[in-house]
């Protein structure tokens, strides 16, 4: 039987509010509205972080996923020129199998979950610490580290001159 306190009602309300994102985020057609839908999943996905006494976690979803994704995709909607099209009804029956295929594939999940014999073991988490994140980041992975940045860095800048030069001609 499921026990019924705060933990597990917290998790059934971010649970919902992501998954609703998250389909929200699928049927909305402005490409802003999409987007704000993602970042109310990931906020929700940050949450659930919260829950798992995973703070830095929730912290780097929150920041990285919910700011930073969602900034760059809307600049990229600004820079670009983008036709708010609606698609007709060119497929009535779209939407029925799609909800038949993914419902397939949960009962697929499910039965798999449930058949599949788990350890009992678990990890030594406190060997595993932010400051172990951070001396590991930033001690051996420095030039990946920097050159992703870079990387990052260099895309930006092609975006802008790319969008500037659409708009000039």
């Given at each position: 039987?499921?026990?019924?306190n705060g933990?597990?009602?917290?998790?059934?309300?971010?649970?919902?509010?992501?998954i609703?994102?998250?389909?929200?985020?699928l049927n909305f057609v402005?490409?802003?509205?999409?987007?704000?839908?993602?970042?109310?999943?990931?906020?929700?996905?940050a949450?659930?972080?919260?829950?798992?006494n995973a703070?830095?976690?929730?912290?780097?979803?929150?920041?990285?996923?919910?700011?930073?994704?969602?900034?760059?995709m809307?600049?990229?909607?600004m820079?670009?020129?983008?036709?708010?099209?609606e698609?007709?009804?060119?497929?009535?029956?779209?939407k029925?199998?799609?909800?038949?295929?993914?419902?397939a594939?949960?009962?697929i999940?499910?039965?798999?979950?449930y058949?599949?014999?788990?350890?009992?073991?678990?990890?030594?988490?406190?060997?595993?610490s932010?400051?172990?994140?951070?001396?590991?980041?930033?001690k051996?992975?420095?030039?990946?580290?920097?050159?992703?940045?870079?990387?990052?860095?260099?895309?930006?800048?092609?975006?802008?001159?790319?969008?500037?030069k659409?708009?000039?001609?």
């Amino acid at each position: 039987m499921i026990e019924m306190n705060g933990e597990f009602i917290a998790f059934l309300i971010l649970s919902i509010m992501a998954i609703g994102g998250a389909v929200f985020m699928l049927n909305f057609v402005r490409v802003v509205h999409m987007v704000l839908s993602l970042a109310f999943t990931m906020l929700s996905i940050a949450g659930i972080y919260v829950l798992l006494n995973a703070e830095f976690l929730a912290a780097i979803q929150v920041l990285i996923y919910t700011g930073a994704v969602s900034i760059l995709m809307l600049f990229g909607i600004m820079l670009t020129r983008h036709r708010d099209q609606e698609a007709e009804g060119v497929r009535p029956w779209h939407k029925f199998f799609s909800f038949v295929g993914v419902a397939a594939f949960l009962g697929i999940l499910l039965h798999t979950l449930y058949r599949t014999p788990f350890t009992e073991e678990t990890a030594d988490v406190g060997r595993f610490s932010v400051d172990w994140l951070g001396e590991t980041v930033f001690k051996q992975y420095v030039i990946p580290f920097e050159a992703v940045s870079v990387l990052l860095l260099v895309a930006l800048v092609g975006a802008v001159i790319l969008a500037r030069k659409e708009s000039k001609s």
